[in-house]
């Protein structure tokens, strides 16, 4: 299996060839999803929802995320590892975040994540820049649930929309390869994802549109204790084991049958 490189991910947007990411925490499933297909594997900071059953991603600790992705990245044969910077360990300027980044690198991310529109655009070109690939990430962003007022779709408002179509092109034009777009209407984020020149997004609630796909491993397996969004497919429905249910979703998302209609907003 030849790993999946940030230029093979970049040839896929340029082919339109949809990009499967799934989060992935651990060893096993790191290796179960390679076989199944998968092209990315996120390191979600949704491990403090899901492993911690913690109310939102704010407790989650930079040391937390080192530690899942040195489980991942030692099983991990194919898939391109992107792992979240967490709360707190970005925010405050460019050298914390390099700082911060260059520990989830040596621990065997490929690529950080973090989120953010425009503000984010210098701490994006500082990293690009000294060699760490980034992903942005836009919409609806867990990290800022307090302000936000909730886990909501966002861009529904005119001037909602106007600002997550700014924040894109800063963003690309920062140098980030990868953006999530979370909760975001599937048309808007559409419009978006052809407004862009280089930038794959990769959506969660945001319509087939999109140069991607992603969604959080314990949803799509149906093993999430508690309320789970619109925008989730259960794909152990029909499913022989994990690996199936996995490979069915890698399918779906390359095949364009998911997101349908009804996962969208
Ligand atoms: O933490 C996470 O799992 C994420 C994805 C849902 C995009 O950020
Ligand atoms: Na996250």
């Given at each position: 299996q030849k790993p999946v490189s940030l230029f093979e991910l970049g040839k896929m947007r340029a082919e339109g060839r949809k990009i499967a990411m799934l989060t992935c925490y651990d060893a096993s499933f790191a290796a179960l999803l390679g076989r199944a297909g998968v092209d990315s594997i996120l390191i979600g900071d949704s491990l403090g929802n899901v492993l911690q059953g913690q109310k939102s991603t704010l407790p989650v600790t930079l040391e937390q995320m080192a530690y899942h992705t040195e489980c991942v990245a030692r099983a991990n044969a194919r898939p391109f590892i992107v792992t979240d910077m967490p709360f707190?360990?970005?925010?405050?300027n460019r050298e914390q975040a390099m700082r911060n980044a260059a520990r989830l690198m040596a621990a065997g991310a490929q690529m950080v994540k973090l989120e953010g529109g425009e503000f984010m655009a210098d701490t994006i070109r500082f990293l690009v820049e000294r060699g760490v690939p980034v992903c942005a990430h836009i919409g609806l962003t867990p990290q800022a649930v307090h302000q936000l007022g909730g886990y909501r779709v966002q861009g529904r408002s005119e001037e909602g929309a106007a600002r997550l179509k700014a924040d894109a092109l800063a963003l690309e034009q920062a140098g980030a390869a990868l953006m999530v777009m979370e909760m975001v209407p599937a048309e808007l984020a559409s419009t978006i994802t052809r407004s862009l020149s280089s930038m794959a997004t990769i959506g969660i609630g945001a319509g087939a549109g999109c140069d991607g796909q992603v969604l959080v491993l314990h949803d799509m397996l149906g093993v999430f204790h508690g309320k789970t969004a619109?925008?989730?497919?259960?794909?152990?429905?029909?499913?022989?084991s994990i690996e199936d249910a996995v490979a069915r979703y890698a399918a779906a998302v390359k095949d364009g049958s998911f997101p349908a209609a009804e996962h969208c907003y």
């Open positions: 707190g360990s970005y925010h405050e619109r925008f989730v497919r259960n794909f152990m429905d029909g499913a022989t």
